[in-house]
């Protein structure tokens, strides 16, 4: 066969027609709207954090940088041995318990390639993550969602869930609340599969359950430095596990997932716990008093131990309230789902993003 002679087809194709069919005909994840001019906008939308991150994050990204990006004609270190060590030092597991991610995005995509196979079944609460049915999607695994009752139980949970994987937020979003570790042992005691633990929002609520992991060898949980440690940019993440499983994990995942700065990043932040907690403080006290002052105004306030709250106005019109505050570049989450359109999810910026905010909600009614 000739390689420099065009290909011949004899059948006319289209694009469409090379693709896998779930790939084609999928419709792909649409992330929060990230505005051009995103320095005019208060920006409550993506639960991003509106502090920076610790001013040790950015130093050791300039170190690691060097004065001529020498560091970065080298490849990174492809287990990100120093960032497990120092988060198994944090959370008090063996590093071999752990496996970095460019973004917890990453590594829910990873825990879906390794155990649920076309086909299968994983599922989720449904108001959670979305984006765990879009990587399922990809998968071609099936997708199954379970409601959440009036005293935020998970509506009709079988006694034997046989999915591959159930995914847990933990604090929920966009409703806020957590779950409590004796609720998620009784859930890893009903999965025959895997629990993911999203603790994506841990940082910011009053207790986490990733002990568990040591209990329950179904249980996996991950985290993320985009919200809590403002780095939502630098793309970082981890998930605590069973070493088979972290194991497994780290068999599919990129070699060099982790870039050099980001790497750099991730270590000074980490290290830097008393700017976090301090950081989560700020952003707690903010969201009681923003829930407070809403309430006042007759606002509905799911109670939230994430960063952000879910609000519904007085006429149970979120779309309106979401409208008349993009006029005056304030920009928060509206859901068009029915069990979601009435209210609002409005993450907790600085007190000063949130006292203006507050005054415009006022002025709307
Ligand atoms: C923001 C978010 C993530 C993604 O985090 P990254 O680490 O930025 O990929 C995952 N799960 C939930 C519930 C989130 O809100």
Redesign the pocket.
């Given at each position: 066969m000739n390689l420099n002679q065009a290909p011949k087809h004899d059948i006319p194709y289209s694009t469409m027609t090379l693709l896998r069919p779930n790939i084609a005909s999928m419709n792909g994840y649409v992330p929060g709207f990230q505005p051009a001019d995103i320095a005019s906008w208060i920006k409550l939308n993506?639960?991003e954090n509106s502090y920076p991150p610790s001013p040790r994050v950015v130093e050791a990204i300039l170190a690691e940088l060097g004065t001529d990006g020498v560091s970065l004609h080298t490849y990174p270190s492809a287990s990100s041995r120093k960032l497990r060590e120092v988060a198994g030092e944090l959370y008090g597991f063996d590093p071999s318990w752990i496996i970095m991610?460019n973004?917890?995005?990453?590594v829910?995509n990873n825990l879906i390639r390794a155990c649920a196979a076309e086909g299968d079944e994983i599922g989720y609460v449904h108001p959670?993550?979305s984006?765990y049915a879009t990587l399922a999607e990809v998968q071609g695994a099936r997708v199954r969602t379970y409601g959440l009752t009036d005293d935020f139980r998970i509506a009709d949970f079988p006694d034997r869930y046989e999915g591959k994987i159930f995914f847990l937020?933990t604090p929920n979003?966009p409703l806020g609340p957590a779950f409590s570790p004796e609720y998620i042992e009784d859930l890893a005691q009903r999965c025959t599969g895997l629990l993911v633990l999203?603790e994506?929002?841990a940082d910011f609520a009053d207790g986490n359950a990733m002990d568990l992991v040591r209990k329950y060898d179904n249980i996996v949980v991950?985290r993320?430095?985009?919200?809590s440690y403002a780095l939502?940019g630098m793309?970082?993440?981890l998930a605590v596990g069973r070493p088979e499983m972290i194991a497994a994990l780290d068999k599919i995942r990129d070699h060099y997932n982790l870039d050099r700065l980001a790497q750099a990043a991730c270590v000074a932040a980490l290290l830097d716990q008393a700017y976090l907690r301090e950081c989560c403080a700020r952003i707690r006290e903010t969201r009681e008093w923003f829930s407070a002052e809403l309430r006042a105004i007759g606002y509905g306030v799911i109670p939230s131990q994430g960063n952000y709250i879910f609000a519904t106005p007085p006429d149970q019109d979120g779309k309106r309230v979401y409208e008349r505050l993009f006029d005056q570049k304030i920009l928060v989450r509206h859901f068009s789902d029915p069990i979601l359109c009435h209210g609002l999810r409005i993450s907790i910026g600085t007190q000063q993003e949130m006292e203006r905010t507050l005054a415009i909600m006022k002025e709307i009614g």
């Open positions: 993506t639960n991610a973004g917890s995005d990453e829910l959670s993550y984006y937020t979003a999203d994506t929002y991950t993320t430095l985009s919200k939502a793309r970082l993440g």
